[in-house]
Structure formats: C-alpha cells, structure tokens
C-alpha cells in the first residue's frame, strides 16, 4: 500500500530517493518521508501531503548523502500527519526505519516496550518497530532486525538505517513486497521495482521471512531463522518508457487507449489455430489433469473480481464446470469445501493483495491447486501458486483499473477455451473463438474512435449525483465494473445491476435527472434488456446504451447510443467496457477530480 526505497551507493541518495518515491505515489500519497545518513548523524525529514510537500522541506537537508531510505505512506494506524509520517527513529535518533503493513499485536508490543521505558511518538503501528530493534540491538543490526521481527505478528516490508552501521540497508519482507536492485557500487531496496528501474534492472525479489543487509557493493540474504539464501539476480524487462505517461494527461487514459496495442499480449503465442486450442504452459497442468478438474473457485478483489465473474460465465458455458467465484476477503474466513478436484484460480493484477493471498493459500493448505492470473511479474501470487498465466497488460499505474481487466476478461477467455477443448467443443468452434479473439484489439481500437462522442454524453451528465448501471448475462458484471469505474474515480454514487433486478429496487430511483448506462447488445436477452429500458424510459430516466454497430433501432428508444462491433458473444465484455471506462474518466476529470490517485484509495491494498 505504501512505497518504500533505499539506497546506498556513490551518488547523491536525496534525488534518488525522490524519484523513486515518486514512482511509487500511486501506492499510497498521504504523507511522505526521508532519512538520509550524513557526517552528523541521521537526517530525518517529513511531511503530510504528496511527496512534492516533502521536497518543499528538503532545502535544508544535507544533499551530499549517499545513503538514505524513504517512504511514500497510506494511513492504516494513525492519521496522516507529518508526525505519523515515516521514518519513524528511536529516542537516541540513532537508527530510523519505513514499513509497510501492519503490526497485528502491536498493543501487546506496545505493552511490552512500555514496561521498559520506551516512550510512543506518533499513533502509528509502525514505531513500534524501531523501539523493538533498539531494544535487541547488541552490536549488530541485522540480528537486532531479526530478534525484533521474530516477536512481531503481522505483515511488513521494511527498510532500516543506524547511525552506527554507516554504509547499511537492512530490509526485511513478509506478506509485503521488497525487490533489491543491484548496480555498480551501489544497491537498491523498494517495495516495486519501478523506483529503482532508472537505475537498474539487475533484482533480486525478496520472499516473505527474509532479511537482506545492503551495502554498496554487496546484499546478503538471511531467513528470520538465520539460514543464509542464494536467489538468482533477475532482469526486468519493463522500462521506463512504458511507465510514462506518453504524453496523456493521465496515466488512466493512458491505460485505456493502450489497451489496442497491449492486449494481443495476453493471447500472443498462447494460441493454436490449428487445434482451435490455446496453449498455457504455465498453467503446469496436463491435458489429463484439466479434465480431472470438477470445480474451480475464482477468488479476488475490486476490479479482478468483476473480471472474474466474467470467467464464470465463459468457464461455464465452454466447459461445462462449475465454478464459484468468491471474494477474498470473504473466502478466507469460511470453511470452503475443497477437494483434489477443485481448481482454484487467483486473479490479481498486482499479485500482493492481502485478501486474494491469504485466500489462495488458505486454498493451497486445504489441498486445491492452486494457479494465479496476475500481472506483476514475481508478485507474491506469482511465486506461490503451483502455475498461473501472467496477463501481461505491463505496468499499470492508474489507481482505478482498466487495462488489467481487459487482459484478465482475456486471459480467462484463454483458461475457458482451453478447458472446453478438453471436454466437448469442437476444433471449429475453438477455431471460431480463437478468430475473435485476434479481432478484439482493434475493435477496441475503433471503439476509442468514439471518444469526442463519450466526452459530450459526459458533460451532459457529469453533475449527476447517481448513475445506474444495467447489463444482463456476462454483460452484467460489465454494469458492476462500470459502475465501480465512475465511483472510484469520480465519486459519484453508482450501482451496477442486473437489467432485470432493476425492478426490484433501484426503479424506484429513476427520475428524469437519474442517468441509467444500459449494455443492451444483440444477444439472446436483447429483447428483454428493451424492455428494462422501456421501463427506465417510461420514469423519464437518461438512458445512454451501449449497443452493437447496426442496430439502429435502440437509437430511437434511448438518449444516448454508443455502437460497439459485432464479436464472439462470450467476448462481448472485452469491448463494452470500453466506452464504460472512457465515460467514468471523463466525468471524473470534469469534476476536477484527481483521476489517478483518486482519495481514499491505493493500487495494491496488502492489508487486510
Ligand atoms: C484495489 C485497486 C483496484 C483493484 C483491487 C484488487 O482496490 O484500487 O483497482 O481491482 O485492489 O487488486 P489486484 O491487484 O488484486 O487486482
């Protein structure tokens, strides 16, 4: 949730740090801070705010430091406030520490360093910490780190720095992501690799109980139970070019027109036209054993969730296997029934969130197997299934997702072709979907053609105070991630329902200034989704439909029409959220809202 980096090396580490932090704001943007190692001593300066707050602070800082860490924070414990800030250092400002995540038993912690002395700052979990490590601090401050987080219950990502160890960066992960960046005297910590990409592409992804002390030249790794550990340095492959902004105002519509050119990632040399069968290698489950699977559960969070009652639909209806899709947060926490037989699928783009986490190895412990879709390449969801598809959508910076759902509707389209294959459809009909799917991106592409169009519809409607959004079939988790798309960024009060449902409650909403976005397609339930519109209609609500190129009907019966092309039925997800997303950023930035980091809101929530 929020951002760490560190450094030490022969640089200036203040610009480092800075930049890094700034890579990372979208993780969290409430209060920032820095510690910079200088001949006097530590140097700790923060700040409430973004983190152009905290260079306004800076001028005064030793800039000749080459060692430092720093923290982009998103209030759990504690509001946010320039005290409550990170670092937080012990009393003797002698040793200062970041963290990500949280102390689960911080008040028996608490407790305890209060019965010897220790005197609390700030409200936050994270001090907690640093008072900890003092107290066990023998002259060493990796063992101190570790005998402080072996009485620590929780989930972290920390960075620390000593006065009395010049020259070091220790940093230690559970449950919270750390990468080290090796370069050429000198080293990196962060809690993404985007802080660091600038400067190196050499990492090492730290796993969870693992502590790593940095110097200049070297990074030794350690379990919390002192077992030395080898990982391979790996090489990214994303640059920095792809984490700009290409010239967009906003990285959110950056993601959204690049959707036409990032999605045949998602399917490129994963499909066999010849067999009508796409290929998952990564999944690590042979032919035999996908058809072995009676049950599989899709569980997520936000965004990853709606895609995943998109899969639902097409795993259903290819493959004929039920499936269940379950919020995280919710699943972990149950008793599921689970079996050898059951397939659990975790779908995150960012592969750290808490929920999907827990829930997947609450899944794993239970017997399942277990597989990931995710974006983040290394993420926690990653390493820890037994296979998964990675999305490949590159890195997504927009707080509020977009083209990670399109690459995940996708991928699932590949994990539900791939599975009906193997039971009962036919070469032809596998052939049908795979001709589909090549087509998709640029029918995306002439969908955000229409965007002067979805502007206009926008500035009529974007002082509405409720939207409704209606879609039926697997356009009906279309509407919920439509809808989600204009309140997250927005702040408009929006509900995503199912056409039919609408009379069961929400009509009683309608009015003439209530806009209703209906997913009205030629499909199976197109006629029934007029009906639902002639009720709207007759409650003089706004109807904008979102319809398939041709059907110049509906035009006659709506307010506003947006044409979407013909494609497989069980696709039609892929394009008709396209307008829906362009809608909701338009709206929100004529409201002056802050598209990208929308308030009260983090990328990648790994907390509970
Ligand atoms: C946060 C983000 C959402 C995202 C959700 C799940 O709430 O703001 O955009 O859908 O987390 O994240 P994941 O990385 O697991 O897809």
Redesign the pocket.
Known sequence: MCGIVGYVGHQQAMPILISGLKRLEYRGYDSAGIALMTKAGLTVAKEAGKIACLEEVLGDVDCDSTQGIAHTRWATHGEPTKLNAHPHTDADHEIALVHNGIIENYRTLKQFLDRHGFVMQTDTDSEILVHLIRFNYDGDLTAAVRAALSQVEGTYGIAVVSSLHPRTIVAARMGSPLVLGRGDGENFVASDVSAMLEHTNKVVYLTDGEIATVTDTDFEVTTIQNVKIDHPVEEVSWTLDQIEKEGYDHFMLKEIHEQERTLPNAFRGRLNWEEGIPRLNGLNLQYDELRQIKRIIVT???????ASLIGEYMIEELARVSVEVEY?SEFRYRSPIIDENTLLLA???????AD?LAAMREAKHRGATVVGA???VGSS?ARESDGGVYIHAGPEIG???TK??TH?VMVLALVATLLGRMRHISVQQGQEIISAIYKIPEQVGSILQAEEQIKQIANEYYKANNFLYLGRGINFPTALEGA?KLK?ISYIHAEGYPAAEMKHGPIALIDKSMPVVVIALQDPVYDKVMSNIAEVRARKGKIIAIATEGDTEIAERVNHVIYIPKTYRLLTPLLSIIPLQLLAYHIAVMRGCHVDQPRN?????TVE
């Open positions: 997520a969070c936000g965004t990853s969730w709606h995280a779908i995150s783009q960012s592969g750290e969130t999907t995710v974006n983040v969801i707080v509020a997702s990670a759902f995940q989600l997250e809101l983090a990328k990648s929530v």
